[in-house]
């Protein structure tokens, strides 16, 4: 399994963004998948996760209300609409996959990274 995030930018705090991560692999519906961000000089942390099925999702708190995790598994594909931006969300935020399974908010499940893509939200 590869994923390829894009869509990071610099924007404005209260600005939109849309984050996307393209998945190979033919069995992209046995996958849950989640984004996880890392600031300067902090741990990678979660963001917002999904189930293969699609019908569950999970946020952390402080982004809850303002980002929604969606996937597309007609077209392998995983997205991160992030609104109301906050300069405490600037960071590299990562797509990443596992095998479906529980937990799905814990990092250290995750077998599969991308890249990474970096947003900067300015005050």
């Known amino acids: 399994v590869q994923l390829q995030a894009s869509g990071g930018g610099s924007v404005q705090a209260g600005d939109s963004l849309r984050l996307s991560c393209a998945v190979s692999g033919r069995t992209f519906w046995r996958y849950s998948l989640g984004w996880f961000r890392q600031a300067p000089g902090k741990e990678r942390d979660f963001v917002a996760a999904?189930?293969?099925?699609?019908?569950?999702?999970d946020y952390r708190d402080s982004v809850k209300g303002r980002f929604t995790i969606s996937r597309d598994n007609a077209k392998n594909m995983v997205y991160l609409q992030m609104n109301s931006l906050k300069p405490e969300d600037t960071a590299v935020y990562y797509c990443?996959?596992?095998?479906?399974?529980?937990?799905?908010?814990?990092?250290?499940?995750?077998?599969?990274w991308g890249q990474g893509t970096l947003v900067t939200v300015s005050s």
């Open positions: 999904i189930t293969g099925s699609g019908n569950n999702t």
């Open positions: 990443a996959a596992r095998s479906n399974g529980l937990p799905i908010t814990v990092k250290g499940y995750y077998g599969y």
